[in-house]
């Protein structure tokens, strides 16, 4: 099925430390969210952008909607242990079903 | 917590057997979509549910099927079972039309053997 290009696929980095992760598409989309999952659990809407080149913040995570509406990134600052998870990013089809096409996920493990 | 609830957590069923999965959307949402989730993967749109009316399908075979009552909540029926078949599936419940975020619920993990 259709997914976007996300990276990195996992990271292992130290506590307090920076993240970044981003999706890229050859689609154009209207709007791309950002997902946490954890195990056994469902995905968790973490910021929803709705505008090229829009700049969103949700606490120590920072989104960004791409300018060619192709792509976003995600930034989580200063990592603690519950930051833990896996990311999606999801672009949102504003034709139809609008319709959610997710990337691979991105696996956040955090040394203490 | 979304609000989104899915019944049940987890299901063991044999090949060929034929399940039943179920969802009740967050108060305010008129539209369930159905996603598949298999091992290490990101989710992939099975289909959606608008007015009690399949509202667009991703590219899975009609054995798997759905329905919205009334009160918005919905059932995704898979027949013919396949131990492909097994995996997450989750609901995410929204509102159609303008901005509108999907919410998910913490999903059936369906087992095939």
């Known amino acids: 099925g259709q997914q976007l290009n996300q990276s990195p696929q996992s990271m292992f980095i130290q506590e307090g430390e920076d993240v970044s992760m981003n999706c890229t598409s050859s689609?154009?989309?209207?709007?791309w969210l950002w997902y946490k999952q954890e195990p056994g659990e469902g995905p968790v809407l973490l910021i929803a952008?709705?505008?090229?080149?829009e700049l969103t913040s949700n606490g120590r995570l920072t989104a960004q909607f791409g300018i060619t509406r192709k792509d976003s990134f995600l930034n989580i600052s200063a990592s603690i242990p519950s930051d833990v998870g896996i990311y999606f990013c999801a672009g949102q089809e504003m034709q139809g079903a609008q319709k959610l096409v997710f990337g691979q996920g991105t696996r956040l493990t955090i040394n203490p | 917590e979304t609000g989104v609830t899915q019944s049940p957590t987890h299901l063991i069923k044999t090949r060929g057997q034929q399940v039943t999965l179920r969802c009740s959307s967050q108060?305010?949402?008129?539209?369930v979509s159905w996603y598949q989730q298999a091992l290490g993967q990101g989710p992939q749109f099975i289909f959606q549910?608008?007015?009690?009316?399949?509202?667009g399908r991703g590219n899975f075979p009609p054995r798997f099927s759905g329905l919205q009552f009334p009160n918005y909540s919905s059932e995704l029926n898979v027949n013919a079972l396949e131990l492909d078949d097994s995996a997450l599936y989750l609901c995410?419940?929204?509102?159609?039309?303008?901005?509108?975020?999907?919410?998910f619920g913490q999903g059936t993990r369906l087992t095939v053997v």
């Open positions: 549910y608008y007015r009690e009316e399949e509202n």
């Open positions: 995410a419940s929204s509102r159609m039309g303008g901005n509108t975020e999907a919410f």
């Open positions: 689609s154009i989309f209207n709007t």
């Open positions: 952008l709705y505008k090229a080149g």
């Open positions: 108060s305010g949402h008129n539209t």
